[in-house]
């Protein structure tokens, strides 16, 4: 039997489209109708505009029927977590705070998406302002995993994840900030790519904790994925941690690098914790990679017991800064309750914020508040750069990593209240974001449950073009990618 087209790939797709076999409208209409038919189900949108994609759809067509097609993406509906802009669509970050506020601007991976000719389709549902690791904490509703309708999807990018996974979009982004696209990808069966910080430019992305958050891919296969990086990574003016550097050709170098390379297992992700068939399925894939050549050594990140504490600083600490702009005033929720202006802000604030949100604001407000600055922030990032040189050290030895990318596949909706429980999902892919490196979640396997297993594959700064190949390497020898949930 065919694969119906709302699975099938980028790569695939472009080659249809190129060939006349489908038309952008067609697949476009292919999206809608799977999205009308599963996210009752799914809830991964938290608004969608048919017009208008229909709209881009029709211009993708008729540049391809002038001759000025404008690449692979030309024409494949792409939807965008709701945290990054999109000019005249909602932007809300799932919260009460920005409920009925509408963007006015593009974020700069918007203007490079619409510059390749992708369909912007859809906004997608995540933690409230991006922080959780279960898509439970948004405003909305919480979105279910594709695979078993009880469980979470992961998150905060739970809504992009599951959109891929139940064929609602052909790509979709998502931001990470502590594992945020490669958690949810590991969870949702599908490709979650975290690039190098500072190779993709966050303009436009409503900041959680700005020394972390990256933008990145959701997708179904490792090429897509690097067709979709492709064209969102580049040097941004208007990012100014954006980094000047040359961007590889990712999608000729899958074919360039074949390796074989020398891999590390750090011994500090294989511990306490790890569920046996989440152990098992990674075990599997490295025995993969040592039959195709790899050589398979063990290292040491020494300071990973650290990571946990200095990430729920540093990014709290941030994230009460950034989120200090919503405050009734200029934009956003604003309550109409308030006596006088200082209680509008308080009013405000209160009503508009989640219970995770407030969390969070109130504990990086005490480790910024006066006396506990060098004690707690300070200290912080001196283990960061700790944790980044442990990374560093390994690098002299390995091409990349191997790891879970989470400890337990998904788990059912409601099952961790306790936030620190929570907290604890991430503890295998936050120590990417404090050292700022590319890493990639590829599908390595199911539980007994039918739940998916995600693998992790962590790379140099700025090599992910090596990463990719390496990740291609496993995924060549498998087919997990091409099982699809029954909804």
Known sequence: MSTPLYFQTIAALAGRLADGGISSVELTKAIIARTEAVDDKVHAFNSRDEADALRQAAAADERRAAGRTLGPLDGIPIALKDVIAVRDQPLTASSRMLANFVSPYDATVTERLKKAGAVLWGRLNLDEFAMGSSTENSANQPTANPWNLDCVPGGSSGGSAAAMAAGEAIATLGSDTGGSIRQPASLCGVVGLKPTYGLVSRYGLIAFASSLDQIGPFTRTVEDAAILLQAIAGHDERDSTSFKTEIPDYRAALESKRGPWKLGIPKEYFGEG??????????????????????????????????????????????????????????????????????????????????????????????????????????????????????????????????????????????????????????????????????????????????????????????????????????????????????
């Open 274 to 487: 790890l569920d046996p068939e989440v152990s098992k399925a990674v075990e599997a894939a490295i025995a993969f990679y040592r039959e195709r050549g790899c050589e398979i050594v063990e290292v040491s990140l020494p300071h990973t017991q650290y990571c946990l504490d200095a990430y729920y600083v540093i990014a709290t600490a941030e994230a009460s800064s950034n989120l200090a702009r919503y405050d009734g005033i200029r934009y956003g929720h604003r309550s109409k309750q308030a006596k006088d202006v200082v209680d509008l802000y308080y009013q405000s604030r209160a009503e508009g914020f989640g219970e995770e949100v407030k969390r969070r604001i109130i504990l990086g407000t005490y480790v910024l508040s006066s006396g506990y600055y060098d004690a707690y922030y300070l200290r912080a990032q001196k283990v960061r750069t700790l944790i980044r040189q442990d990374f560093l050290n390994a690098y002299r030895q390995v091409d990349a990593l191997i790891t879970p990318t989470s400890p337990t596949a998904a788990f059912k909706i409601g099952a961790k209240a306790d936030p620190l429980a929570l907290y604890l999902c991430d503890i295998y892919t936050i120590g990417v974001n404090l050292a700022g490196l590319p890493a990639i979640s590829v599908p390595c396997g199911f539980t007994s449950g039918g739940l998916p297993i995600g693998l992790q594959l962590i790379g140099q700064p700025f090599a992910e073009a090596d990463l990719l190949a390496i990740a291609q390497a496993y995924e060549s020898g498998h087919d997990w990618n091409q099982r699809y949930p029954q909804l």
